[in-house]
């Protein structure tokens, strides 16, 4: 990590961060036979089933093709199942569920995932860690609230 006497960007911290903990955590998912992005998916589900795909799309950030590509894995390993359900104006959509293997994945992934978190501030006090967790939420919500229009203009301004 930089010297805290001069400026460390942001954007580089999240990133030393995500990396440790993504390194932390690959192993065990590995294990599980868990490539990159099922793990946020099994996550996701373990705290919301029967959500559609696209919205389940939606919530982990990434695009409803990737997230076809994803599920199919999932599916081939017996760790989901897929519900049709018709939606408004009698459309077709898939609502995802955890099968009861997927329940034990997403269980083991959230068991490895929470293992990095808590080696993460293992040396912090308890009030730091919640001050820690306040200012990344903190900082997530301001940047998710920022317009789309002031982004285009402070990108075009670079």
């Known amino acids: 990590m930089a010297d805290t006497n001069h400026y ?12 440790a903990h993504k390194e932390y955590c690959i192993e065990g998912f590995r294990e599980l036979g868990l490539t990159p992005g099922l793990p946020k ?6 705290f919301e089933e029967g959500v559609l795909q696209k919205d389940l799309a939606a919530a982990c950030k990434v695009e409803p093709a990737t997230m076809t590509t994803l599920l199919a894995k999932l ?4 760790l989901i199942e897929k ?3 018709y939606v408004s104006g009698g459309k077709r959509a898939f609502a995802i569920y ?8 997403g269980e083991k992934v959230a ?11 293992s040396d912090m006090s308890e009030e730091e860690q919640t001050l820690l967790y ?3 939420h903190r900082a997530a919500t ?10 285009k203009k402070e990108w075009k301004d670079i």
């Open 134 to 136: 306040s200012l990344l």
């Open 142 to 151: 301001q940047l998710s609230n920022t317009k789309t229009q002031s982004k």
């Open 83 to 85: 519900q049709t359900v």
């Open 8 to 19: 460390f960007p942001l954007f580089l911290g999240m990133y030393e961060l995500y990396n």
């Open 111 to 121: 068991e490895i995932s929470a293992n990095a978190d808590r080696l993460a501030v």
């Open 98 to 105: 955890l099968t009861e293997k997927g329940r034990i994945y």
């Open 41 to 46: 998916v099994l996550s996701f589900l373990l």
């Open 75 to 78: 599916q081939s390993m017996n």
